[in-house]
């Protein structure tokens, strides 16, 4: 069987939880003589597949360019703005003819996309499909994530697939309800954790308090960071040996000005770290703590118990369905009751 995979989340994502699934779907795909993968991608900056054992990009055609489109057009246009929608232009024209040139070879007997937006309609192409759905997050906290065509793409990738993987009950439950989709047509396959326990965790570049809470990911709307720092606050007020050390991008200058407001900035610690790194954070905190209104899954909770760590999670969407009875559980819009489960 040879598996037929595009370049969509390799190119959007350097780091992320997507592109290290589908890096992980590869690295453990049956090792059989006959079982094969294709992903026909020149170029990428994604760390998770170049340290995927093997891996090399294939050989691909230059993208067309604009002036193979439009020869008698001029462009009058300058400067690095313009230069990059025509990068953009070109690399996705590129993508376009490559993954058609893969399915007019007809070399593979299922087509596994690595995102929604659909190079190719998945129902002309002949060929058995099968698109993995991780959350409804965009039809459910529209105001929430950015203006884009997520939602209508997932929609049209989940009509036109042969099967839907679901990452969660949750997300199942979330597809039937919310777009009809049938029950026969979606299986659940839970997400692991590919991030192995070394003999020593790897020592941070400077020393840790000996008591914080840990907050890990992106702090943007339904992920609910500010709710979540009003509840602690007081608690880091109270408690002279207790920090927060929150893992992920940098603060911006109106988070950093939040905090100060609330004479903490002392007590607050930003990092951004590698895997080998992040798992000594998870293994020496007092508590992770995981507040998002909504998640399909939630793979940090996997990470935070096999480092063996204490957990407080919303008890919202799957956090049940993945923590099970490792955790204690609150209600993400009550400050007391989050407060209470730290």
Known sequence: ??????????????FGGISRYFTELIRHLP??????????????QNMHLRELEGFSLEQIPEPLSYRQFFPKVRFPFKGPIFRWYRRRWEKTHGNKENLQAAFLAKKHDLYHPTYYAQLCDLGMCGSLSVVTVY??????FPNQVPVDHTSEDKRYAVNQANHVIAISENTKQDLMRLWKVPDHKISVV??????????????PSEQLPEKYILFVGERNGYKNF?????????LLKA????FLVVVGKPFGMDETTRIQSFGLSGKVLQRSVSD??????????????FPSLYEGFGLPILEAMRCGCPMALSNTSAFQEVGGEAAVYFNPSESESMQEAI
């Not at 069987?1 to 350097?14: A, H, N, P, T, W």
């Not at 839970?190 to 020592?203: I, K, M, T, V």
């Not at 408690?239 to 207790?242: A, G, T, V, W």
Request: charged share 20%; aromatic share 16%.
């Open 1 to 14: 069987m040879r598996v037929l995979y595009d370049g969509q989340i390799f190119e959007q994502q350097k």
């Open 31 to 44: 090792s059989f003589d006959d079982f094969e993968y294709s992903l026909p991608l020149g170029n990428s």
């Open 135 to 140: 959350d409804m997050i965009h039809e459910l």
């Open 190 to 203: 839970h997400l692991g954790c590919g991030l192995s326990l070394p003999r020593s965790f790897e020592n």
């Open 226 to 234: 500010w709710p979540f720092w009003n509840a602690i606050a007081g």
């Open 239 to 242: 408690q002279e040996d207790l």
């Open 276 to 289: 080998s790194l992040l798992l000594g954070y998870y293994a020496r905190s007092t508590c992770f703590v």
